[in-house]
C-alpha cells in the first residue's frame, strides 16, 4: 500500500499547487463545534483508521447521526448534540452551512473518492485516485464559493 508522502511527488505540481491554493478559500471552511473534550474537527482529523480529515466522510457521519445510526464520529457527534438540535434535522445543517453541492438529488453524500465504506481505506491508493480526489474536492470548494457567494451578494 503505497502513503500519501509516496503518492505526491508523481502528482504534477501545478494540480497541486491549485489545489493548496483552492483549500484556503472560504468554500473549503466550515464551523464545527468545541468543548469539553476533543473538538469535532480534532476528532476527524485523529479518526486515522476511518476517516483522516476527509470532509466527505465527516458530512457521512453528521447525516448518520442526524438518522440515528451508529457511525464512526458518534460519540463526538453525541458530545454536542446541542449544536446540532441547532439545525433540528440534517436538510437543515445542509441548508444552513450551504453544504448541498456535497449531496446527490437523493440527499446522499457525493463522495469524493470510492464510496462512504468506514471499512476501507480513506486515502487515495493510487496517483489516478488522488488526482480524483483533488478534482471532486475542487470542483466542491468552487461549487460552495459560488453559492455562498450567491446567497450573501
Known amino acids: 500500500m503505497k502513503t500519501l508522502k509516496n503518492i505526491s511527488p508523481n502528482i504534477p505540481k501545478d494540480i497541486l499547487e491549485d489545489f493548496r491554493y483552492r483549500v484556503y478559500t472560504i468554500g473549503n471552511f466550515i464551523i464545527f463545534p468545541k468543548g469539553n473534550g476533543n473538538s469535532l474537527n480534532q476528532d476527524r482529523g485523529l479518526s486515522w483508521s476511518c476517516v483522516k480529515d476527509r470532509f466527505d466522510l ?5 447525516r448518520l447521526y442526524y438518522g440515528n445510526k451508529d457511525n464512526p464520529l458518534n460519540t463526538t457527534l453525541q458530545r454536542y448534540k446541542d449544536f446540532f438540535d441547532l439545525f433540528v434535522d440534517f436538510k437543515g445543517y445542509i441548508d444552513f452551512f450551504l453544504l448541498q453541492d456535497m449531496l446527490t438529488e ?11 465504506d468506514f471499512n476501507e481505506s480513506p486515502l487515495p491508493q493510487t496517483e489516478s485516485e488522488y488526482i480524483q480526489y483533488i478534482e471532486n474536492a475542487s470542483d466542491f470548494i468552487k461549487a460552495r464559493c459560488k453559492r455562498i457567494s450567491v446567497n450573501l451578494g
Open 106 to 116: 437523493d440527499s446522499k453524500i457525493k463522495f469524493l473518492l470510492r464510496t462512504g
Open 58 to 62: 465527516t458530512l457521512e457521519c453528521v
